[in-house]
């Protein structure tokens, strides 16, 4: 499956940003989806995950409350709604899937795509 992100971009502490992943796949459907991000000389941390029918969904503590994550299955598609973004948030987000369900764990998605970068000034 081949995932690529967008949405990304350079926004001010407090405002808002909606990540998308689009995947070409086999059944869309048949997919979990994560969130992680990476900033510069960090290691890659979960953000949000949600289950291939979007029944199981996971929050990184530091985005509860803040992040929502979603999938459009018609669109072949999975958002990130950011708000009330803080310069801690800034990263390269990065969508991963998993035919084996959704986890907070990285090493258990086995796609990837190349992230997409946000910055939050403050």
């Known amino acids: 499956v081949q995932l690529q992100a967008s949405g990304g971009g350079l926004v001010q502490a407090g405002g808002s940003l909606r990540l998308a992943c689009a995947a070409s796949?086999?059944?869309?459907?048949?997919?979990?989806f994560a969130w992680f991000r990476q900033a510069p000389g960090k290691e890659r941390m979960f953000v949000a995950a949600i289950s291939w029918r979007g029944v199981d969904i996971y929050y990184a503590d530091d985005v509860k409350g803040r992040f929502t994550i979603s999938r459009d299955n018609a669109k072949n598609t999975v958002y990130l709604q950011m708000n009330s973004l803080k310069p801690e948030d800034t990263a390269v987000y990065i969508c991963?899937?998993?035919?084996?369900?959704?986890?907070?764990?990285?090493?258990?998605?086995?796609?990837w795509g190349q992230g997409t970068q946000v910055t939050v000034s403050s």
């Open positions: 796949s086999r059944p869309f459907g048949e997919y979990s």
């Open positions: 991963a899937a998993s035919d084996r369900g959704a986890t907070r764990t990285v090493n258990w998605y086995e796609h």
